[in-house]
Nanobody
Framework: QVQLVESGGGLVQAGGSLRLSCAAS????????MGWFRQAPGKEREFVAR????????YYADSVKGRFTISRDNAKNTAYLQMNSLKPEDTAVYYC????????????????WGQGTQVTVSS
């Protein structure tokens, strides 16, 4: 069982930066592939970024590539999402996701979800 708790969301102006954190409980965090998804009002939840259990492999949605960076610190049981050059269209609730057998891309691949953290980007 893994519990995920996100933090770091908030209100930022366009062009600004935020760093989201996802703290995981349990001693098996290092075995889990992690991902970030987001859901804007009235829209479906969508993939943002993913990272393999070792941190060696990362993948991004085209909409965030070059602006967002996913990383992890297995010693701290924490995954991160550094968001730079934020745009109003990045406004959403951001969710941390964990999966044991694959780095999650589809929602169906996610085994554990965090509760979400709100990111609001003003123009």
């Amino acid at each position: 069982q893994v519990q995920l708790v996100e933090s770091g969301g908030g209100l930022v102006q366009a062009g600004g930066s935020l760093r989201l954190s996802c703290a995981a409980s349990g001693r098996t965090f290092s075995r889990y592939n992690m991902g970030w998804f987001r859901q804007a009002p009235g829209k479906e939840r969508e993939f943002v970024a993913r990272i393999s259990w070792s941190g060696a492999g990362t993948y991004y949605a085209d909409s965030v590539k070059g602006r967002f960076t996913i990383s992890r610190d297995n010693a701290k049981n924490t995954a991160y999402l550094q968001m730079n050059s934020l745009k109003p269209e990045d406004t959403a609730v951001y969710y941390c996701a964990g999966a044991l057998y694959t780095a999650p891309y589809h929602m169906s691949e996610v085994e554990y979800w965090g509760q979400g953290t709100q990111v609001t980007v003003s123009s």
